[in-house]
Each structure stands twice: as structure tokens, then as C-alpha cells.
């Protein structure tokens, strides 16, 4: 059933088992509670394209796609200080634009848009307009990917790469944590979970999780009766560090190692690098999960007309057989790989 509401005065935990298979669309994202029947499953998730990653090879498969279009915000200061930005300014940038975009009430700011647009109009000034323009097809794209089709947080395909791992009360470093959602929703996912997140970025800590609503459902089992179970933000035990991934000092003590978009902001001298993140912290037979955005036409779209929002930093865009053989070729089996609506999904393990 799809609920449209623009409410968002909602009880700290309003959602619970009654409300299954719902979705509301509210002023700044979609809760999402319905499950997958058999036929969306495989309209939603591709999983398991290679047979054997040992016959794959870069010649067959070609490189990733660079977006070369940067924020306005990365050029201007280039231009300022006349260096090239380095990756911990470029985040910083990053997280605080992303943010504020993400937390619009977007109907609310549509019609200001709108309003906008129309003064700007009224000015025969063309930066004006097209500055007017700009911003109200950017906030149109945005509630298009994030709101109504919630291409970014997507719990439905998470939940579908995430499940079936075979894990009882496991500990999860989630790297570059930004937010922390899908740490949270394998939390929910594997009751008992002890999560630690890592970003250098401490906004990351401070406003983007810390501002993470409260009142978000993440649906997962509860161990006890094996049935459906909606968990909070705050019933998760997470910790969460400001700090550089390479000062970390943890032994191989997780069962998962996580990164949301991470491997495709490293050019290809790097990746061998961020692969070994993922194997130095896990345990033995624990899981390295990985997405990635997806290099397909909507998205390169996307990133072009979201560049001043979204590129302050080096990004590509892959494919999920690009992305696996970074992974194979720094030493891991690829357990499972697949995509979702905007991302790419590997679960791995080193040989
Ligand atoms: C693209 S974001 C991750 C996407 C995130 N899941 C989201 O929804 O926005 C990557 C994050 O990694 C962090 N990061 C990048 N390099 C890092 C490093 N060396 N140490 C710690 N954090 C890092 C950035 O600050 C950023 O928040």
C-alpha cells in the first residue's frame, strides 16, 4: 500500500509489525516497510552475472567511467588557493552539501523554487535565471531519485544484498561511515549487532548521523520468534569514531567490513589500498561488503546536473564486474555480487 503524507510530527517510534508492506512518502525521504514478492525480487536485484572471476578480464570488461564535472564550491577554491583540494577538504565540502540537500522539505521548497524561478523571471537577468533554473530542476531530481524512488537509502534492495549471511550477534566496522544507514540496517538485519562506525569527517558524527531521524523504521528478524521486527536508531549499540581509516588500531576482530561508496573515490594506484581496509580489521570467515554507484546512463546524468552537490571528490562510476575485479584481483573471492537501483554489491572474503 502506498501512503502519501505530509506529516512528518510523528512519535519517536510510530511504525511497528501493523504497519508491514506500507510506504509513506514524507516531506524528506520514504519509509519503506513493504517486502519483496518473488516477481519484484527479480525486477529489483540482479545477482550473480560471473560464473568465474578468474577468466574475467579488463580487456573484456573496460574501465570505469570518471565524472569529470566538479562542484562549483571544489573549482572556486582551487582558483582561491591555487592547489588542487586534497580528499579530507574535498569530504568535508562533500558531507555538508550532501546534507543540506538531503534534509530539504522538499515540497515546501519546490513551491519556493517555483516562486523563484518565476521573480527571476521578472529580472531579464540571465545568470539569475538560470540560477532560478538550476535549482529547482536539481531539487526536482532530487525528490525524483531520493524521495519517490529512494534510489540512495533503497532499504528493499539493501535488505536483499544484506540477507542470508550467516552471522549471530556479529560486530560491524562500517568504513567512511558518513550517516551510518546501511550499518543501521544490517544491525537490524542481525539482532545483537555491535556497530563501529569510522569517518574523518566529524559533521558525519555531529549532524549527519546524529541528525539521522529517529522515527526511521529499519525492518529486520527478531531472533526470538523468527518473525518481522522494526528497530530504531537508538535500540542499535553503535559507536562512532572521528578519525582517518589508516590510523585505526583494531585486530582482525569484525565479522563485517563495510563501505558505501568508498573504493569509487580512489583512482586506480589507490584501490588496492582501500581492498586491504576491508581484510585487515575482519576475522576469519568474516564478510567484506562493498557498494558502489552504478555506471549506468541515469546516473552520469545525474552526477552532472548534481555536480555542484555532489562532486567535490575524484568519483567513477563502474559496473558491479568492474567493481568485483578490483575486489578479486586485491585477493578476495567474491561470495556475491549483484545491483540494486543505483548501486552496485559485492560480498566478499579473503583467499
Ligand atoms: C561517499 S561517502 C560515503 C557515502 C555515505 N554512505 C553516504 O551515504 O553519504 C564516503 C565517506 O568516507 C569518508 N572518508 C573518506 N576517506 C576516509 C578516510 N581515509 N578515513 C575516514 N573516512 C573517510 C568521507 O568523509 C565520507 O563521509
Given at each position: 500500500?502506498?501512503?502519501?503524507?505530509?506529516?512528518?510530527?510523528?512519535?519517536?517510534?510510530?511504525?511497528?509489525?501493523?504497519?508491514?508492506?506500507?510506504?509513506?512518502?514524507?516531506?524528506?525521504?520514504?519509509?519503506?516497510?513493504?517486502?519483496?514478492?518473488?516477481?519484484?525480487?527479480?525486477?529489483?536485484?540482479?545477482?550473480?552475472?560471473?560464473?568465474?572471476?578468474?577468466?574475467?578480464?579488463?580487456?573484456?570488461?573496460?574501465?570505469?567511467?570518471?565524472?569529470?564535472?566538479?562542484?562549483?564550491?571544489?573549482?572556486?577554491?582551487?582558483?582561491?588557493?591555487?592547489?588542487?583540494?586534497?580528499?579530507?577538504?574535498?569530504?568535508?565540502?562533500?558531507?555538508?552539501?550532501?546534507?543540506?540537500?538531503?534534509?530539504?522539505?522538499?515540497?515546501?521548497?519546490?513551491?519556493?523554487?517555483?516562486?523563484?524561478?518565476?521573480?527571476?523571471?521578472?529580472?531579464?537577468?540571465?545568470?539569475?535565471?538560470?540560477?532560478?533554473?538550476?535549482?529547482?530542476?536539481?531539487?526536482?531530481?532530487?525528490?525524483?531519485?531520493?524521495?519517490?524512488?529512494?534510489?540512495?537509502?533503497?532499504?528493499?534492495?539493501?535488505?536483499?544484498?544484506?540477507?542470508?549471511?550467516?552471522?549471530?550477534?556479529?560486530?560491524?566496522?562500517?568504513?567512511?561511515?558518513?550517516?551510518?544507514?546501511?550499518?543501521?540496517?544490517?544491525?537490524?538485519?542481525?539482532?545483537?549487532?555491535?556497530?563501529?562506525?569510522?569517518?574523518?569527517?566529524?559533521?558525519?558524527?555531529?549532524?549527519?548521523?546524529?541528525?539521522?531521524?529517529?522515527?526511521?523504521?529499519?525492518?529486520?528478524?527478531?531472533?526470538?520468534?523468527?518473525?518481522?521486527?522494526?528497530?530504531?536508531?537508538?535500540?542499535?549499540?553503535?559507536?562512532?569514531?572521528?578519525?582517518?581509516?589508516?590510523?585505526?588500531?583494531?585486530?582482525?576482530?569484525?565479522?563485517?567490513?563495510?563501505?558505501?561508496?568508498?573504493?569509487?573515490?580512489?583512482?586506480?594506484?589507490?584501490?588496492?589500498?582501500?581492498?586491504?581496509?576491508?581484510r585487515r580489521f575482519l576475522k576469519d570467515g568474516g564478510?567484506?561488503?562493498?557498494?558502489?554507484?552504478?555506471?549506468?546512463?541515469?546516473?552520469?546524468?545525474?552526477?552532472?546536473?548534481?555536480?555542484?552537490?555532489?562532486?567535490?571528490?575524484?568519483?567513477?562510476?563502474?559496473?558491479?564486474?568492474?567493481?568485483?575485479?578490483?575486489?578479486?584481483?586485491?585477493?578476495?573471492?567474491?561470495?556475491?555480487?549483484?545491483?540494486?537501483?543505483?548501486?552496485?554489491?559485492?560480498?566478499?572474503?579473503?583467499?
Amino acid at each position: 500500500m502506498l501512503k502519501e503524507t505530509v506529516s512528518n510530527e510523528r512519535q519517536p517510534k510510530p511504525f511497528n509489525v501493523e504497519n508491514m508492506d506500507e510506504s509513506y512518502v514524507l516531506p524528506q525521504y520514504r519509509v519503506d516497510l513493504r517486502r519483496l514478492s518473488e516477481k519484484e525480487y527479480n525486477k529489483f536485484i540482479k545477482r550473480n552475472t560471473v560464473s568465474d572471476w578468474s577468466l574475467l578480464s579488463w580487456k573484456d570488461i573496460g574501465r570505469p567511467y570518471e565524472v569529470s564535472k566538479y562542484s562549483k564550491e571544489r573549482t572556486d577554491w582551487e582558483k582561491q588557493v591555487n592547489r588542487t583540494m586534497d580528499p579530507h577538504t574535498a569530504w568535508t565540502y562533500f558531507n555538508k552539501s550532501f546534507h543540506e540537500w538531503f534534509v530539504k522539505d522538499v515540497p515546501e521548497e519546490k513551491t519556493r523554487g517555483k516562486r523563484e524561478f518565476l521573480k527571476s523571471l521578472q529580472s531579464f537577468k540571465p545568470k539569475e535565471v538560470k540560477h532560478a533554473l538550476g535549482d529547482l530542476i536539481k531539487l526536482q531530481l532530487c525528490n525524483y531519485v531520493h524521495r519517490i524512488q529512494d534510489g540512495i537509502w533503497d532499504p528493499r534492495g539493501k535488505r536483499a544484498l544484506f540477507e542470508g549471511l550467516h552471522l549471530k550477534k556479529p560486530r560491524i566496522l562500517f568504513l567512511g561511515a558518513a550517516e551510518g544507514y546501511e550499518a543501521m540496517q544490517l544491525g537490524a538485519m542481525y539482532p545483537g549487532a555491535y556497530i563501529v562506525m569510522v569517518d574523518y569527517d566529524e559533521y558525519c558524527k555531529n549532524t549527519r548521523f546524529a541528525e539521522f531521524p529517529d522515527s526511521y523504521p529499519f525492518l529486520g528478524e527478531n531472533p526470538n520468534t523468527g518473525q518481522w521486527k522494526i528497530t530504531y536508531k537508538e535500540d542499535l549499540n553503535i559507536e562512532y569514531i572521528v578519525d582517518d581509516i589508516r590510523n585505526l588500531d583494531f585486530g582482525k576482530e569484525f565479522d563485517i567490513v563495510l563501505s558505501v561508496g568508498l573504493l569509487e573515490h580512489f583512482p586506480d594506484e589507490y584501490k588496492h589500498e582501500v581492498a586491504d581496509w576491508h581484510r585487515r580489521f575482519l576475522k576469519d570467515g568474516g564478510y567484506a561488503i562493498l557498494t558502489t554507484p552504478r555506471n549506468q546512463l541515469r546516473s552520469r546524468l545525474y552526477y552532472n546536473v548534481m555536480a555542484d552537490v555532489m562532486n567535490h571528490t575524484y568519483r567513477e562510476l563502474m559496473t558491479v564486474e568492474q567493481m568485483g575485479l578490483y575486489m578479486y584481483e586485491s585477493g578476495f573471492d567474491i561470495l556475491r555480487h549483484g545491483y540494486i537501483k543505483v548501486h552496485n554489491g559485492l560480498i566478499c572474503r579473503p583467499r
